[in-house]
């Protein structure tokens, strides 16, 4: 094969070069071309890599030549390059050209470049292309003769690689903003160097409802940039040239022309972008934008999945920061609000203590005055004020720790320190602790011998720790002792409380000095209480420069130890006189009169009991559920006279109480220990034992959210306290109504089952039974044995129960609303006439019929229409004399219904029975049967009601006494039933 064949089959290029006249070229024909240059051409053609030359002595004027994988790099320009000069392909970068031919030419060595930027026009336009391009020479016989030009075009990767550096810059440069106004400030610094793929860019910032846009940010135009608004209005019918609103509306990218727009200097390009994204702004797909992004496209790139997707990605990190510089700015806004309301808050909880205060001291008063009164008390009354009594110093306690807690918790406490004989102090508040503990059986033991010289406390302060130590050993003391005592060590006064009570878990340790924190299930003398009693104790202690520690065993013990330093900087201290010694009395009146209160608690009435009361006014059995035993006596009070009560003090004895033996009703606090009310809701309503009691909770926590809470987990009824004992009495009463109607509701449907499964399983021996009677009725009657006879009334006994069975069957498909008609065209005077055929045969009784003879057309279930005749029938032969006339009638009235009627000359049916005679199971109790068995369940006219009324028809009785009764139904005929 020649030259010219070898290249001529070297692809499409290769037959391209073959076609070509090389002798009308300035390099004449190729088999005078030197034979470097000629294998150049065999070796580019043959090749996979993109392989050009530029072929002739004079490089100005020398030819372009190229094998097929060069094609893509020259675009639109294939074919025509072929053999053209090569300053003329490349026009548009001939000085790059040009200067490495040169170079090549001059030197003879190759010339060599990677990444290059080149700006070609191979689809009509300039368009931005990186290559790396080697240009190595081909040599004549002495001289230079051409070029090898070897190009891999590495755009893609180039453009890709400068994209997502942009991106790392801005998404590093966004998240250091702090502020909304600073986020637009560095969206400038960061958006600026992407000129070269975004000339220019815009963000607008959507209002909440998305109905305008505000412009935040322009980046590459000039400053006052007129083309974009300051605001858009983004409605479907307004005037929107970029059309942001469209984009907002459709949640997608779209590019829009760009108009004549006056780029900055800095972003400057050689030509404008004739296209611009518009992207919505969000930090998620999912999320509603929160802005639009306009951005300019390169006018020297093609806008494809890459070049969308990085500018989706910017938006998506405008989107990110912008979000969250909002989240910042909320959190901020958030803090400074809380910072207020806590302020507010303290100083509301300071003015209203202040206001409780004065009024139990109001309400305190008149009982101590009313115990005191010369004119004696009845028990019960005594009892009563003794139990207004406690529970008023019960909130006097509550409120003066709220007072100190929150005057300490807004560091607003006015801590006057004074010379104190520390031990004294500690002496007289312990004994006036000593009565509440011999109540409870426990020695106080008081170990606070004299101190040589005063510790300068806070008295007020020191009386609160001390108090609040003592009132804990004492409510987690059951047995054993508890322990108190002072002493001085050195520079410090060390105060130690210890008792052995039920100590306290070793994971809770860490939170007893936490606000608000209660151990959880620990067992108490009382489990009232805020959780503020240990959290305001250290930071009493802490006012006085001064620590506490707890350690504890669980189920040996606690021990609190406090240390303070003797002295406070005299900066530090205003001294006062002491307080007279009364005021310490007055200062313990209220822990000690509650823990009496958590003493009498521990009453046998803690017990489950039965209050005494009139028998006849009680009704159901009510279990009470509630921790605080004044309120257990309160509603015991309430409920006991109406109901036999039971009470308990906590969730976990409701639900075993419960269990055991189900009350009528449960009415349980919400807080309690041990299981809250909402835990004996849910154990009670999951169990089926219990599932159907109805309970009723009752809270100090009002509001809809606690309601909806309470009646979600299933409680049938929510008291807020305070409420009045009338209220709670109505709300029992008619929950215990409300149970028994469902009760016997569900009996009634328990009924209606069992006569349903009766009923089915008693016609399978009763068809075995008949079709045996009907066997040895036929060989009997064969043998001529006079038994059959005899056999023949069994037959008609087998009919009668089959009927009540049947009748049976149709009341429990009625009930349960599974009553089924199966409808034909049939004759109704044809069903007549078989009815009363049959009442015929079976009791011997002549009836008169009054039946048309042509045929009455109905669309209707004979079987079912031929029962109710024959009850009807059946009716009107058993209650009247055997005498007397029995006549069944049918009529046809005008062209719309049949009537059937069942007349009797019976005692008819007295007036107040009528409006019952339909019911089920009813029987006239005045009228006794005149023909027949009495057998029957009073469902017969039950069932003809029903079944006429599943044929759209109605039925009805005229009646008097003495004079006999007509039955009649009517249904519609065959040809009325569209109408």
Known sequence: MNRRDIIANGGANGALLGSIDWAKTPLGPMDRWPASAAAAVELMVAS??????????????????????????????????????????????????????????????????????????????????????????????????????????????????????????????????????????????????????????????????????????????????????????????????????????????????????????????????????????????????????????????????????????????????????????????????????????????????????????????????????????????????????????????????????????????????????????????????????????????????????????????????????????????????????????????????????????????PHVFERFYRVPNARARSHEGVGIGLALVKSLVELHAGSIQVCSTLGKGTTFTVEIPRGIAASAVRLRDSPAPEAVAQSVAPFVEDALGWLAEEAPAEAAHAVEGPHEARRGRVLIAEDNSEMRAYLTRLLGLAHDVEVVPDGAAALALARARPPDLVLSDVAMPHGNGLDVVRALRADPATREIPIVLISARGGEDATIGALGAGADDYLVKPFSGRELRARVRTHLELARARREGAESRLKDVFLGLASHELRTPLTGLKLNVQLCQRELAAQGSPLATRLAGLHRSIDRMTRLVNDMLSVSAITEGKLTIHTTRCDLGQICRDAANELIQVSHRALVLDLPDAPVPVVADADRLGQVVANLLSNAIKYSAPDRPVKLTLRVEGHEEGIVRVEDAGPGIPVDALPHIFDRFYRVPTIGVQSGSYVGLGLGLFLAKAIVEQHRGRIWVESAVGKGSTFAFAIPLAGAMGR
């Open 48 to 509: 996979g890599f993109p392989l050009g030359m530029v072929l002739g002595p004079d490089r100005s004027n020398a030819l372009f030549l190229y094998n097929d994988a060069f094609i893509p790099f020259l675009g639109q320009k294939h074919p025509h390059a072929m053999g053209r000069r090569a300053r003329d392909v490349w026009s548009e970068i001939w000085d790059f050209v040009e200067w490495a031919l040169r170079q090549v030419w001059q030197t003879g060595r190759p010339v060599t470049g990677k990444d290059l930027l080149l700006r070609v026009e191979r689809c009509e336009q300039p368009e931005e292309i990186h290559a790396s391009i080697s240009f190595s020479p081909i040599w004549g016989d002495d001289t230079v003769w051409g070029a090898l030009i070897c190009c891999i075009e590495t755009t893609r990767g180039v453009i890709g690689e400068r994209r997502e550096r942009a991106l790392r810059v801005i998404a590093h440069g966004l998240s250091e903003a702090r502020t909304e106004n600073d986020l637009y400030g560095r969206m400038g610094a960061v958006l600026l160097p992407l000129v070269k793929d975004v000339a220019f860019a815009a963000l607008y910032v959507l209002d909440p409802e998305e109905r305008r846009a505000s412009r935040r940010v322009v980046v590459g135009l000039v400053a006052d940039a007129p083309e974009l608004p300051s605001e858009i209005d983004l409605s479907a019918d307004a005037d929107d040239a970029w059309g942001l609103g469209q984009a907002v509306r459709e949640r997608r990218l779209r590019l829009v022309p760009s108009p004549a727009v006056r780029l900055s200097a800095a972003a400057a390009l050689a030509e404008p972008p004739r296209t611009a994204a518009i992207v919505p702004v969000t930090c998620s797909p999912q999320a509603s934008p929160v802005g639009v992004l306009i951005a300019g496209l390169s006018p020297v790139q093609a806008f494809d999945d890459a070049y969308a997707t990085f500018v989706r990605r910017i938006a998506k990190e405008i989107g990110t920061a912008l979000t969250g510089v909002r989240s910042l700015d909320h959190a901020h806004l958030r803090a400074a609000a809380l910072a207020e309301f806590e302020r507010e808050r303290t100083r509301f909880l300071a003015e209203i203590t202040h206001e409780f205060r004065t009024l139990v001291t109001l309400l305190i008063g008149p009982v101590e005055d009313l115990l005191d009164e010369v004119e004696p008390l009845s028990p019960a009354q005594r009892t009563q004020l003794q139990g207004v009594r406690r529970s008023a110093y019960r909130v006097l306690r509550y409120v003066t720790a709220l007072l100190s807690f929150t005057r300490v918790d807004a560091g607003r406490a006015a801590v006057s320190f004074e010379p104190t004989d520390l031990a004294g102090l500690t002496r007289e508040i312990a004994r006036a602790f000593e009565p509440a503990a011999a109540r409870a059986g426990l020695p106080l033991r008081i170990d606070c011998p004299p101190t040589s010289e005063p510790v300068l406390v806070a008295r007020d302060m020191w009386e609160q720790i001390v108090l609040n130590l003592l009132a804990n050993a004492l409510k987690f003391t059951f047995t054993g002792e508890i322990e108190i005592s002072l002493r001085i060590v050195a520079e410090r006064a060390l105060l130690t409380v210890r008792d052995t009570g039920t100590g306290i878990p070793a994971e809770a340790l």
